[in-house]
């Protein structure tokens, strides 16, 4: 193969990238070094700094949020340096708070700022990848690994020297900042038509206005019946995805052995609620050098009458609001902790002394799940627990990493002994999916659950995996697909904002290997693209037919990005239809040409059918449509509201 090569102002796009990831890298690997002298600095427990630290994540996903409004309409050259002098900056601030409620907003700041910074350097980093027409993007994550490497070994130098965190974060920061300035003028920014600008003219949106028809075997001869679409074109459809698209689940798995670790009475809102968090342990012992276990978490109103709907999220794996003791037992506790720790160290008995209140076992805050939700509306959990439904949250991390790293770990790894996969095999995408369904055999044991009416739900990536699930295993009954863009409900065939050169290049793992050569222009095979595809977005959405399939996305001013596509995804839904109007369901109540159809307004949702779309004025998330989607399942399910 040959590869092209890159002009001298995309090689010093490449270089100024590059000196970004290792500035992140080095920030982030300074702060963790010193955490222990920022605790210390201020008599913090472990679970009070925790408490800080959870302000760090937050503020990273309120930045992510934020940096894809940016990124959208400065374009990611012009927010990167900001982003980079704003996260040094608000590095020195952890030492200078006095106490804990301080170190929480300093580090929310400092989280959001490097939230941004990770989205519009990954963004450029894209943008310069597909100037090179070839994969550099593990280069990138490389240099950020020598960051993280180069930061832990400052901190330690300067721990070692009796130097502060203060004195730390600032020499780190002023050389963040000198090196940042220094590379800024280098920064890549695509100019339109070159092969790193996304299109966001829509009258250059559709090189290849032909798609392959949903309803028309490989043979030419149309499907009229739904016995054709059953068991000739659908078959065709999904082989077609598995082999080029998402790769094939192997044909044997291990099996998955489901434990339930802790079984509590909790309330959500003012509903009564049993949570179980469970552990999927796959069965290792075809190389037993790699452990996977997957975290799962069901909750079901505790006076349910009978089994109920489930809504299986992509999230973190987490008990709503676990059952604290009552205040005489924490006091107890309390105690008997402390005596045990003055025991150990009787230093300590001095410190209790002057801290008397002082708590050892301070409980937390319960996690909040999805997107913040719209004003007046409580949590989706509540929303869906108040409705007489239950939910699961599956930890996709606990199956499958999210990064090429991990292909030789996780469940694609335990399949293949840590070996690289081959070029049909599965990508996380699909591996997230199969973890899904194993949660759902779990289900079907489970007699609190309807395991007839159980919901895949996800956004952005994870709606992608969402779609995935919903469309390769049948016994999912409905979908709430969140702002999937690439590789989800948005047409590949589209040029317009996110690229197949983008999956191709940094989701490359999210794929089976044989995807990549369609985001190759200059290969042994020759050159490949979008048009070339066998199947397209409109082609994963039939598969889920006639099941309850809702395509959800926001609006980009708020966040959920044109580079979404959302008239591409919109007119992916609109093709679909045809297959469930075949099979005796309802589309969206439009016509099926997906050259003339338009979105409708923002808030206008087509909701009578078991094929859905609603477009609502918040962000990056599908919290804002979550009611709708249960009023729409309830009415499709046939199911009454419960009284309240």
């Known amino acids: 193969m040959t590869r092209p090569g890159a002009d001298r102002r995309t090689r010093r796009g490449r270089l100024a990238a590059s ?5 992140y890298g080095t920030m982030l690997g300074t702060w963790t070094s010193r955490i222990p002298a920022v605790k210390q600095r201020l008599g913090l427990s472990d679970g009070r700094l925790s408490v800080g630290l959870l302000a760090f994540a937050a503020g990273a996903i309120l930045g992510m949020q934020l940096a894809g409004r940016l990124v959208d309409r400065y374009g990611s050259a012009v927010v990167m340096t900001p982003a980079a002098v704003l996260d040094a900056l608000l590095l020195m ?3 200078q708070v006095p106490d804990l409620a301080w170190l929480a907003v300093a580090l929310l700041a400092f989280g959001a700022a490097h939230g941004t910074l990770n989205v519009a350097m990954n963004a450029n980093a894209l943008e310069v990848q597909r100037a090179y027409r070839r994969t550099i993007i593990s280069s990138f994550h490389a240099v950020y690994s020598v960051g993280g490497f180069l930061g832990a070994a400052v901190g330690g130098l300067f721990a070692s020297a009796d130097l ?6 600032a020499a780190v920061a002023a050389a963040v900042v000198a090196c940042a300035a220094v590379v800024r003028p280098w920064h890549f920014r695509a100019a339109a038509g070159e092969p790193g600008a996304a299109n966001y003219d829509p009258a250059l949106a559709n090189p290849f206005p032909d798609w392959p028809d949903v309803l028309t075997l490989k043979d030419g001869r149309k499907v009229t019946t739904a016995d054709q679409w059953w068991q000739k074109r659908r078959p065709e459809i999904a082989e077609d995805f598995e082999r080029e698209v998402y790769g094939r689940v192997p044909a044997q798995t291990p099996k998955v052995n489901w434990t339930v670790t802790i079984t509590d009475n909790e309330f959500i809102g ?4 049993v949570a179980k968090q469970l552990v999927g342990h796959v069965d290792n012992s075809i190389y037993p050098l790699i452990d996977v276990n997957i975290q799962m978490t069901l909750v079901v109103p505790a006076r349910a009458k009978g089994p109920v709907p489930v809504l299986m999220m992509f999230a973190r794996s987490a008990l709503p609001a676990p059952a604290q003791p009552p205040q005489e037992e924490l006091d107890k506790i309390n105690a008997a902790v402390k005596a045990l720790l003055i025991e150990k160290d009787p230093s300590l008995k001095a410190i209790f002394d002057r801290y008397p209140a002082y708590s050892v076992n301070a409980s937390l805050p319960p996690p909040v799940f999805g997107g913040r939700p719209p004003a007046g509306d409580p949590p989706s959990t509540q929303q869906l627990i108040a409705d007489g439904w239950g939910y699961v949250l599956i930890d996709p991390a606990s199956i499958q990493a999210d990064n090429g790293a991990g292909l030789t770990r996780g469940i694609i790894g335990l399949v293949n002994k840590g070996q690289p996969r081959k070029p049909e095999d599965w990508g996380a995408l699909r591996a997230w999916s199969w973890g899904a369904a194993r949660a759902l055999d779990y289900l079907e044991t489970d007699p609190a659950v309807d395991a007839k009416h159980v919901g895949i739900e996800g956004v952005s990536r994870y709606g992608k995996a969402a779609l995935v699930t919903l469309a390769f295993e049948p ?5 709430l697909i969140g702002s999937s863009g690439e590789g989800g409900a948005k047409l590949s065939r589209r040029n317009f904002g996110e690229a197949v050169e983008n999956l191709t290049g940094g989701g490359y793992y999210w794929m089976a290997g044989n995807f990549l050569k369609y985001g190759a222009s200059d290969a042994a095979f020759g050159s490949k693209n979008p ?4 199947v397209d977005a409109h082609d994963l959405i039939a598969l889920c037919a006639p ?3 809702f395509i959800s996305y926001g609006v980009p001013e708020q966040g959920d990005a044109h580079w979404l596509d959302h008239q591409g995804s919109y007119m992916a839904t609109i093709a679909a239809g045809s297959v469930f109007k075949l099979l005796g369901a309802k589309d969206l109540g439009v016509s099926n040409d997906y050259r003339t159809e338009r979105m409708p307004p923002v808030n206008t949702g087509l909701l009578n059918g078991q094929l859905a779309w609603r477009q609502h004025d918040g962000g990056h998330t599908d919290e804002p449509n979550r009611k709708y989607f249960i009023q729409w399942a309830d009415k499709l399910l ?3 509201q419960p009284a309240h």
């Open 19 to 23: 000196v970004l990831f290792l500035l």
């Open 93 to 95: 601030t952890p030492a």
């Open 164 to 169: 502060g965190p203060g004195t730390t974060f």
């Open 270 to 273: 003012f509903t009564p609620v």
């Open 475 to 479: 016994r999912f009954a409905m979908g």
């Open 531 to 534: 048009g070339d595809l066998p």
């Open 547 to 549: 099941r309850l399939t």
């Open 638 to 640: 046939g199911r009454a």
